[in-house]
């Protein structure tokens, strides 16, 4: 994150996928990293706990709770680490949600390695 002229705030985010090769063939564990931008309502707290769930179809394979705090009026981020195992390639999705308000759903795919 960086200020800029304005008074404005800009992130530049680099490395960002939706999929990913494996780093040697299946069984593999692979621990990616989640950015979660959340934007706080001015007429909101501002205060919650944000839950990321990952799932393999209807398997929950990992599960990260943390408290999160932004200013009403403003934009914060958390990065949500897990440990996944893959059997196989394929799909893990993380479900995203702020309390019990609506979830958002990420995939991440898990390809066969590069030759």
């Not at 564990?29 to 944000?50: F, K, M, Y």
């Not at 059997?87 to 309390?99: I, K, N, P, Q, T």
């Amino acid at each position: 994150m960086r200020s800029v002229p304005g008074p404005s705030t800009r992130i530049d985010l680099t490395g960002v996928h939706f999929s990913i090769a494996a780093p040697s063939p299946v069984p593999v564990s692979i621990e990616p990293h989640l950015l979660v931008l959340v934007r706080c309502r001015d007429d909101e707290p501002g205060q919650g706990a944000l839950e990321v769930v990952y799932r393999r179809g209807d398997e929950q394979v990992a599960r990260n709770v943390q408290p999160l705090q932004v200013e009403p009026g403003k934009f914060n981020y958390r990065l949500v680490r897990a440990q996944l195992e893959f059997d196989d390639y394929g799909v893990v999705e993380a479900h995203c949600r702020l309390d019990a308000g609506p979830t958002i759903v990420v995939p991440l795919t898990l390809l066969p390695p590069v030759t």
